[in-house]
C-alpha cells in the first residue's frame, strides 16, 4: 500500500514539473515567433536595442527586476521618460493589440534570451493581474 | 484693488509672452509649429477634404472628421472590419484626383479573411467610397492583396494617383521575404490599376503567363511613402529596410527593387542575409539610410510658403521622431537635414489646401502645421 501511495506522490509530482516545463518550453517558443514580429525591428535581433533611442532588453533592469512594468509596456505601449540600466530614454512604444497569452508569452521569451536568466514564469493570470491594476487606475483619474 | 488688476494683467502678459512658439531653424527654412488638433491615435494619414475640414485616419481603425474652423471632432461610421494588431489597422486615404466632382475617397486596411478567400489571417485591402453625413457609403473593394496571411507586420499600405489618374498601391512583404521574388504572389509589390480597381491593358505584365497583371514593379520590403513627384510625373516610394538600408526608389514598370536579393541592410541578428548590394537585373535605389531612420509618409513641397524647400521632399522618420528634408535636384537626393526634431513618430505628411505643410504623428497622437517664421513676422 504504502509503495502504492509513495508512486502515485511521486507520479503527481513529476507530472506537475512536466506540465510546468511544458508550458513554458511551448510559451517560449511562441514568444520568440511574436518578438520577431512585433518586437524586432526596435529591440533588435541581439536585444539591445538601439543606443539612446531604444532600450536594451539583454540585461536590462527594466525588464528582469520589474517584470510587471515590462507586462504593462508590452500590452499598453509605453510613453515618456524611463530608465534603463541607468540610461534615460524619451521615445514611444506603441499599444501592440497583442492578446494576454500573447504577452506572456513574449515576455516569457525576453527573460530567457541574450544572456537573460530569469527563473519568472509568466502565466495569463499575472497579465490579467496587470490589466485589473492598470485599468483600475484608469477608472479612478 | 487697482493694484490686483494690474498685477493679474501683468502676469498674463508674460505667460503669453513665455507662450510663444519657439521659431525652429533649419538651414533653408524658419518656421513655427503649430498644434492643429492632439489627443488622437496612431495618425497613420488625413486629407483634406474641404478648405477647413480634414479627415483622419488613425490606425486603431477609426476614421475621424476634424473641421479646423469650428474645432469639432467627429466619428466616421461605417468602416468595413479592420484587424487593428501589431502593425495592421486602418492605414491611408487619398482622395480621387477628381474628388470635387465625384467625392470619391480611397483608404487601405488590414482586412480579415473574408468568405472564399484564401489563407487565413488578413492582409492589405483597398476600398473606395463617399461620406455622407458622417458615414461610409457606396462602399467598394478596389482591391485586396491575397492569399491571407497570419502575420501582423509588413503591410505597406500607400494610396497615390498619377498625373493620368492611375492607382499606385503598394503592399509589404508581409514578413514572408524569401517569396518576394517570386511574380505569382503580392508580396512586396507596388500595383498599378484603374481608379474602379480594373487593370490597365498596358500593365507591364499583362501578358506574362503566372504573373498577377495587378503588378507594377516588385522587390519591395515595407513601403509606407509614396508620393507623385509634382513636376516629372513620377511615383517615388521610400520602404524600410532591416537593420539599415531604408531606400528611395522611384518606380517604373516591370522593375525589380531587389528585395530581399540585393540590400544595404543586414539582419536583425547582425548577420547578413545578402552580401549583394547590387545586381544587373535589379534597380539601385535612388537613395538610401544606413542605419535605418524607419521613414513613413512623404510628400513633396509644390507651395510658395516655403520657398526653400519647392519641389524638394519631406520624409518622417519613426525611429528617430524627426522631420527629414530631402533637398531634390533633377531627380536625385542632394542631400537630407533633420529640420524637425522631437516631435513624434512622423506617420503622414501632406501640404493642404491652404499652402501650409501638415505632419500627423503618434505618441502622441497629433496633427500639427509648419507656419513659416516670416509669416508670422508679417502677422505681428
Same mark, same amino acid.
Given at each position: 500500500?504504502?509503495?502504492?501511495?509513495? !508512486?502515485?506522490?511521486?507520479?503527481?509530482? @513529476?507530472?506537475?514539473?512536466?506540465?510546468?516545463?511544458?508550458?513554458?518550453?511551448?510559451?517560449?517558443?511562441?514568444?520568440?515567433?511574436?518578438?520577431? /514580429?512585433?518586437?524586432?525591428?526596435?529591440?533588435?535581433?541581439?536585444?539591445?536595442?538601439?543606443?539612446?533611442?531604444?532600450?536594451? @532588453?539583454?540585461?536590462?533592469?527594466?525588464?528582469?527586476?520589474?517584470?510587471?512594468?515590462?507586462?504593462?509596456?508590452?500590452?499598453?505601449? @509605453?510613453?515618456?521618460?524611463?530608465?534603463?540600466?541607468?540610461?534615460?530614454?524619451?521615445?514611444? /512604444?506603441?499599444?501592440?493589440?497583442?492578446?494576454?497569452?500573447?504577452?506572456?508569452?513574449?515576455?516569457?521569451?525576453?527573460?530567457?534570451?541574450?544572456?537573460?536568466?530569469?527563473?519568472?514564469?509568466?502565466?495569463?493570470?499575472?497579465?490579467?493581474?496587470?490589466?485589473?491594476?492598470?485599468?483600475? !487606475?484608469?477608472?479612478?483619474? | 484693488?487697482?493694484?490686483?488688476?494690474?498685477?493679474?494683467?501683468?502676469?498674463?502678459?508674460?505667460?503669453?509672452?513665455?507662450?510663444?512658439?519657439?521659431?525652429?531653424?533649419?538651414?533653408?527654412?524658419?518656421?513655427?509649429?503649430?498644434?492643429?488638433?492632439?489627443?488622437?491615435?496612431?495618425?497613420?494619414?488625413?486629407?483634406?477634404?474641404?478648405?477647413?475640414?480634414?479627415?483622419?485616419?488613425?490606425?486603431?481603425?477609426?476614421?475621424?472628421?476634424?473641421?479646423?474652423?469650428?474645432?469639432?471632432?467627429?466619428?466616421?461610421?461605417?468602416?468595413?472590419?479592420?484587424?487593428?494588431?501589431?502593425?495592421?489597422?486602418?492605414?491611408?486615404?487619398?482622395?480621387?484626383?477628381?474628388?470635387?466632382?465625384?467625392?470619391?475617397?480611397?483608404?487601405?486596411?488590414?482586412?480579415?479573411?473574408?468568405?472564399?478567400?484564401?489563407?487565413?489571417?488578413?492582409?492589405?485591402?483597398?476600398?473606395?467610397?463617399?461620406?455622407?453625413?458622417?458615414?461610409?457609403?457606396?462602399?467598394?473593394?478596389?482591391?485586396?492583396?491575397?492569399?491571407?496571411?497570419?502575420?501582423?507586420?509588413?503591410?505597406?499600405?500607400?494610396?497615390?494617383?498619377?498625373?493620368?489618374?492611375?492607382?499606385?498601391?503598394?503592399? %509589404?512583404?508581409?514578413?514572408?521575404?524569401?517569396?518576394?521574388?517570386?511574380?505569382?504572389?503580392?508580396? %512586396?509589390?507596388?500595383?498599378?490599376?484603374?481608379?474602379?480597381?480594373?487593370?490597365?491593358?498596358?500593365?507591364?505584365?499583362?501578358?506574362?503567363?503566372?504573373?498577377?497583371?495587378?503588378?507594377?514593379?516588385?522587390?519591395?520590403?515595407?513601403?509606407?511613402?509614396?508620393?507623385?513627384?509634382?513636376?516629372?510625373?513620377?511615383?517615388?516610394?521610400?520602404?524600410?529596410?532591416?537593420?539599415?538600408?531604408?531606400?528611395?526608389?522611384?518606380?517604373?514598370?516591370?522593375?525589380?527593387?531587389?528585395?530581399?536579393?540585393?540590400?544595404? %541592410?543586414?539582419?536583425?541578428?547582425?548577420?547578413?542575409?545578402?552580401?549583394?548590394?547590387?545586381?544587373?537585373?535589379?534597380?539601385?535605389?535612388?537613395?538610401?539610410?544606413?542605419?535605418?531612420?524607419?521613414?513613413?509618409?512623404?510628400?513633396?513641397?509644390?507651395?510658395?510658403?516655403?520657398?526653400?524647400?519647392?519641389?524638394?521632399?519631406?520624409?518622417?522618420?519613426?525611429?528617430?521622431?524627426?522631420?527629414?528634408?530631402?533637398?531634390?535636384?533633377?531627380?536625385?537626393?542632394?542631400?537630407?537635414?533633420?529640420?524637425?526634431?522631437?516631435?513624434?513618430?512622423?506617420?503622414?505628411?501632406?501640404?493642404?489646401?491652404?499652402?501650409?505643410?501638415?505632419?500627423?504623428?503618434?505618441?502622441?497622437?497629433?496633427?500639427?502645421?509648419?507656419?513659416?517664421?516670416?509669416?508670422?513676422?508679417?502677422?505681428?
Amino acid at each position: 500500500m504504502r509503495v502504492i501511495i509513495v !508512486a502515485v506522490v511521486f507520479f503527481i509530482a @513529476l507530472s506537475g514539473f512536466y506540465y510546468q516545463d511544458n508550458y513554458l518550453s511551448e510559451s517560449v517558443k511562441r514568444g520568440q515567433g511574436i518578438f520577431e /514580429m512585433y518586437c524586432i525591428a526596435c529591440h533588435q535581433g541581439d536585444g539591445k536595442g538601439i543606443p539612446n533611442v531604444y532600450p536594451p @532588453l539583454a540585461g536590462s533592469d527594466y525588464l528582469l527586476e520589474n517584470t510587471e512594468k515590462a507586462l504593462e509596456a508590452v500590452k499598453y505601449g @509605453l510613453q515618456g521618460e524611463i530608465e534603463v540600466n541607468g540610461v534615460k530614454y524619451n521615445n514611444y /512604444m506603441s499599444m501592440l493589440g497583442l492578446e494576454d497569452q500573447e504577452v506572456a508569452d513574449v515576455v516569457n521569451y525576453t527573460l530567457r534570451e541574450w544572456g537573460n536568466s530569469s527563473d519568472k514564469v509568466i502565466r495569463i493570470e499575472d497579465v490579467e493581474e496587470v490589466t485589473k491594476a492598470k485599468e483600475g !487606475a484608469t477608472a479612478k483619474d | 484693488m487697482k493694484k490686483i488688476y494690474l498685477a493679474i494683467i501683468a502676469c498674463m502678459w508674460v505667460s503669453l509672452s513665455l507662450a510663444q512658439k519657439p521659431v525652429i531653424e533649419s538651414s533653408q527654412m524658419s518656421f513655427t509649429v503649430d498644434t492643429v488638433v492632439t489627443g488622437l491615435g496612431v495618425l497613420w494619414s488625413f486629407e483634406f477634404i474641404s478648405d477647413d475640414e480634414v479627415l483622419l485616419a488613425e490606425r486603431e481603425g477609426r476614421m475621424k472628421i476634424y473641421n479646423l474652423g469650428t474645432k469639432e471632432l467627429r466619428d466616421v461610421e461605417g468602416l468595413p472590419e479592420i484587424v487593428a494588431k501589431g502593425q495592421g489597422g486602418l492605414f491611408d486615404i487619398e482622395l480621387h484626383p477628381d474628388y470635387k466632382n465625384n467625392k470619391f475617397i480611397y483608404f487601405s486596411y488590414s482586412s480579415p479573411k473574408q468568405d472564399g478567400e484564401e489563407g487565413e489571417g488578413q492582409n492589405t485591402a483597398f476600398m473606395r467610397a463617399r461620406i455622407k453625413k458622417d458615414k461610409l457609403v457606396n462602399k467598394e473593394l478596389i482591391f485586396k492583396a491575397l492569399p491571407n496571411y497570419e502575420t501582423n507586420h509588413h503591410f505597406g499600405g500607400r494610396i497615390e494617383f498619377d498625373r493620368e489618374g492611375y492607382l499606385y498601391l503598394s503592399v %509589404g512583404d508581409r514578413g514572408g521575404r524569401d517569396f518576394v521574388q517570386e511574380m505569382n504572389n503580392n508580396r %512586396g509589390k507596388i500595383f498599378r490599376l484603374h481608379d474602379d480597381g480594373a487593370v490597365p491593358k498596358d500593365n507591364p505584365y499583362v501578358n506574362t503567363p503566372g504573373v498577377k497583371p495587378e503588378i507594377y514593379s516588385n522587390g519591395h520590403r515595407n513601403q509606407q511613402g509614396m508620393a507623385m513627384n509634382p513636376e516629372t510625373g513620377e511615383i517615388w516610394e521610400h520602404e524600410h529596410g532591416p537593420m539599415g538600408g531604408d531606400e528611395i526608389n522611384i518606380i517604373k514598370p516591370g522593375v525589380n527593387y531587389g528585395w530581399p536579393t540585393i540590400s544595404y %541592410g543586414v539582419n536583425y541578428n547582425g548577420t547578413s542575409f545578402t552580401d549583394l548590394t547590387e545586381q544587373e537585373d535589379m534597380s539601385q535605389p535612388l537613395y538610401y539610410w544606413l542605419p535605418s531612420i524607419a521613414p513613413c509618409g512623404m510628400e513633396f513641397v509644390t507651395s510658395d510658403k516655403y520657398p526653400n524647400w519647392k519641389g524638394d521632399l519631406l520624409v518622417g522618420s519613426l525611429k528617430f521622431r524627426n522631420l527629414v528634408h530631402c533637398e531634390i535636384y533633377e531627380s536625385r537626393v542632394l542631400h537630407e537635414e533633420v529640420v524637425l526634431e522631437g516631435i513624434g513618430r512622423v506617420r503622414s505628411i501632406r501640404q493642404g489646401p491652404d499652402g501650409f505643410i501638415y505632419v500627423g504623428t503618434e505618441g502622441p497622437g497629433m496633427l500639427v502645421r509648419l507656419v513659416p517664421a516670416e509669416k508670422v513676422e508679417e502677422e505681428k
